[in-house]
């Protein structure tokens, strides 16, 4: 699994998108073995508060969301660990901070 991030990537993992495609995107992680994309989508504030998950050769509007941040002062933003076992989606404000850790390989099943 191969870590993207925004103006840059990593070698390993599938090649870059379009940058037209990216538009909105704070960061993105491949999962389930590249096979799909989590992603962060920004709402009309421009936070990044909805994570989503895109699977290779479906439509976007297929996306399934995993997390969607309430909370006007937090935003969210996406990791995996190291052996790429894990997505962890990380609320934070000023104040606080919280991550909600879901299983990669079981990630098109939704988080919540």
């Keep these: 699994i191969g870590r993207w ?22 960061s993105l992680e491949w999962v389930d073995g590249g096979e799909a994309l989590a992603y962060t989508a920004r709402d009309g504030r421009g936070r990044p508060a909805r994570a989503l998950l895109h699977t290779i050769g479906s439509h976007h ?5 995993l997390v969607e941040e ?30 909600r850790l879901l299983p990669a390989a079981e990630a098109r099943g939704g988080g919540g």
Excluded: F, M, N, Y
């Excluded at 509007?61 to 969301?65: F, G, Q």
């Excluded at 309430?70 to 933003?77: A, D, G, R």
């Design 5 to 26: 991030l925004v103006g840059g990537w990593q070698s390993s993992g599938p090649p870059p998108l379009p940058a037209s495609t990216l538009r909105g995107v704070d």
């Design 61 to 65: 509007t297929e996306d399934v969301l």
């Design 70 to 99: 309430e909370e006007e002062s937090c935003s969210l933003c996406l990791s995996t660990t190291k052996d790429g076992a894990w997505l962890a989606i990380s609320s934070h404000s000023r104040d606080s901070s919280e991550v």
